[in-house]
């Protein structure tokens, strides 16, 4: 059962408002102004609600491509407003991200456009990375494809388009005609009220449900599908499901003591198992959500690793719960309408005995025109549909007593009717064996030839499967598999040698190993096809990784003692962190996976760090030296902290990661310098 069943629909509150009366006033009390620039934490901040979510996870894509391979990132805000100024707010987001970042930002009720770049940027791509973002929100308001474009641009050092632009570093300049456009807008936002911010706003509280709705559908059984959510997402799950399991606890055992006292220990024993493991599972998701709240801080695989339990052992310990409440249920149901349903019984014990004389005459007359061993399979079944019945009777018989008896006194009851219902059914079963043999038996002689094949080419391909999912290491249950095909091998060694003399009876053994055949194999497959994508995304997460490592490494080595600890600490953590994912992948993949992550993360902090001591130093030497400042300081760098100014224990961290790193490669070679402002209006 999805966590959604177990929760229902999350609602989401509608918000009406009075567009043609609202006051300008009662407008800007709706008005989603711009994060601060410190707080941002996401590549794409999109507080206007103007981005699909396809747009925004493009862009996420893009962004983190540029990343990995240029070492630049671009900070990418659309706001209802910009209060401070696009400038202002631009320059504040590169102040506080370091110099090899660059800002776009974008006032959407108010058309501002603000491009920033940091002093590690090539000279001309603040130029073209304007330009192309400018060109799509003149042409139409589109939001999202100008800060595709802009990354775009950034990447390539082309804008893609030819057509100019309306900004300026230092003001919005415009013609009569946009000037017009804009004083419309303006016009036209004052009579809506703060609709179009609230309406953003509640398209940016739409996306988040629907986020979360979207993962409430998710089994708690599959650990890989909510491992790939977002921690937002995975703290709201587990609140739900660790309030979701207490209360079905709480209401279980009501449930539990009402089921013993009526249907006694045994019956109820099922109940009482799952009640125990929800009691327990709940206990230890209780100490892991206070260990996620203590003042020990846990890594984010760790504190990902330790949601995901939370959420999966609730799941599956509610889900269990909740099938046992539901046995229960039907089983009091089944006691409150006994009387209907022994006379329902009875009606059918009629129906079968009154069709045994007529299957007898049928079997005899089959004996007449085929063998014996053709009919083996069903040739004893009048007498064992007689026995059944016979049984059925028995039991109705005693659940009749046992309805005359007080409340408290009936529980039995339930057993004696399902037990009668599953007689009546092998009854039946029997005897239309026997009344559609003629049909069947043709039909196995037509059909098994084809079974045979159908059964050969299964094995053939779960041998194949067992020879890859080996190889790379797949979880599933080998020896299952391998007993299955043991059982399949004789079962087609007998289909051949007897299909000719008893088709009925190998065509329908053969089915029904064909069905646990297949079943079988679709796990095998789904287990092997999710065993490659984690292998790729692992291979793809630990190159990542190898490549940040190598950056970092790469700018500690070339800066000597101007690189403070933080940045050594990190990478050292980096170092780390990759070389236990190393380690795991063997044992561990989806372990492997999140120490690979972490590893990424650590290099990127380190390589931030390293990049903030850089322009500290380079402030305290303009401070210091008036004249000639950058000669002097790079001078000062190479000699004295770099060449000369080193311990005598040598330089620290060295090697171990093949392939370049540092600020060159693709479009970036031209080195940095290119750090500024363009901004203007749309």
């Known amino acids: 059962m999805t966590t959604a069943a177990r929760f229902g629909r999350a609602a989401l509150a509608a918000l009406v408002l009075g567009l043609a009366t609202a006051s300008p006033a009662m407008a800007a009390d709706f008005v989603l102004a711009a994060p601060e620039a410190a707080s941002l934490t996401d590549k794409v901040t999109d507080e206007a609600g103007v981005l699909s979510d396809s747009e925004k996870a493009e862009l996420e894509d893009k962004i983190s491509a540029l990343q990995q391979e240029h070492h630049v990132v671009i900070f990418v805000v659309f706001a209802s407003t910009l209060p401070e100024g696009a400038e202002s707010y631009a320059d504040s987001i590169v102040k506080s991200k370091g110099p090899n970042s660059a800002a776009y930002v974008v006032g959407v009720d108010d058309s501002t456009i603000g491009v920033q770049t940091g002093n590690e940027w090539p000279r001309g791509r603040l130029d073209v990375m304007y330009e192309a973002a400018y060109t799509k929100l003149a042409d139409g308001r589109q939001f999202g494809a100008s800060a595709l474009a802009l990354v775009d641009a950034a990447a390539t050092g082309s804008s893609g388009s030819s057509s100019g632009s309306a900004g300026s570093s230092s003001s919005s300049d415009s013609d009569g005609s946009g000037g017009l456009w804009l004083a419309g807008g303006a016009g036209a936002l004052a009579l809506a009220g703060g609709g179009i911010a609230v309406a953003s706003r509640r398209k940016t509280k739409k996306d988040s449900a629907a986020t979360l709705e979207s993962a409430r559908q998710i089994e708690p059984s599959n650990t890989a599908q909510l491992d790939r959510l977002d921690l937002d997402t995975l703290e709201k799950l587990a609140q739900e499901e660790l309030v979701s399991t207490d209360e079905s606890i709480r209401r279980g055992k009501e449930e539990l003591d009402i089921a013993v006292a009526e249907f006694g220990p045994e019956r109820t024993r099922p109940f009482t198992r799952a009640m125990n493991h929800s009691t327990l599972t709940l206990q230890k998701a209780f100490q892991l959500r206070q260990k996620l709240q203590d003042n020990l801080p846990e890594s984010t695989s760790e504190r990902?690793?330790?949601?995901?339990?939370?959420?999966?052992?609730?799941?599956?310990?509610?889900?269990?719960?909740?099938?046992?409440?539901?046995?229960?249920?039907?089983?009091?149901?089944?006691?409150?309408?006994?009387?209907?349903?022994?006379?329902?019984?009875?009606?059918?014990?009629?129906?079968?005995?009154?069709?045994?004389?007529?299957?007898?005459?049928t079997l005899s007359s089959l004996s007449a025109s085929h063998s014996e061993e053709a009919l083996s399979s069903i040739a004893d079944n009048p007498e064992m549909a007689e026995v059944s019945l016979n049984e059925a009777e028995k039991l109705l018989s005693r659940g009749r007593e046992l309805q005359s008896q007080p409340a408290g006194q009936q529980g039995p009851l339930v057993g004696y009717i399902r037990d009668a219902e599953h007689a009546l059914e092998v009854s039946d079963r029997l005897l239309s064996a026997v009344e559609n043999a003629e049909n069947s038996i043709t039909a196995a002689q037509d059909n098994l030839p084809a079974l045979i094949d159908e059964v050969e080419e299964e094995i053939a391909e779960a041998q194949q499967l067992e020879q890859q999912g080996k190889a790379q290491g797949s979880p599933a249950d080998w020896s299952a598999l391998s007993s299955l095909l043991a059982e399949a091998r004789e079962a087609l060694s007998a289909a051949r040698q007897q299909g000719k003399t008893d088709p009925l009876g190998q065509y329908t053994a053969l089915t029904a190993l064909d069905s646990k055949l297949d079943e079988q194999l679709d796990t095998v497959r789904e287990t092997n096809a999710t065993r490659e994508r984690q292998i790729a995304l692992y291979r793809q997460q630990i190159a990542a990784a190898e490549s940040a490592i190598q950056a970092a490494e790469d700018l500690l080595s070339s800066r000597g003692r101007v690189v403070g600890p933080d940045a050594r600490v990190a990478l050292a953590d980096a170092s780390r962190l990759f070389a236990q994912a190393q380690n795991s992948a063997s044992k561990d993949l989806r372990a492997a996976l999140n120490f690979s992550r972490d590893a990424a993360a650590a290099a990127q902090t380190s390589l931030n760090r390293a990049k903030e001591d850089l322009e500290a130093y380079r402030r305290r030497e303009q401070r210091r030296q008036a004249t000639d400042a950058a000669g002097n300081i790079l001078t000062g760098m190479v000699i004295g902290q770099i060449l000369g100014g080193g311990s005598s224990r040598g330089g620290g961290f060295g090697g171990g990661f093949s392939g370049g790193g540092g600020f060159g490669g693709g479009g970036f070679s031209g080195g940095g310098g290119g750090g500024g402002f363009r901004g203007g209006s749309f």
């Open 304 to 361: 990902r690793q330790m949601l995901v339990e939370i959420i999966s052992s609730c799941g599956q310990a509610d889900d269990a719960l909740d099938e046992q409440a539901a046995d229960f249920a039907k089983m009091r149901d089944l006691l409150i309408n006994a009387g209907s349903k022994l006379d329902e019984l009875t009606r059918r014990t009629v129906d079968l005995r009154g069709r045994l004389p007529q299957a007898r005459t």
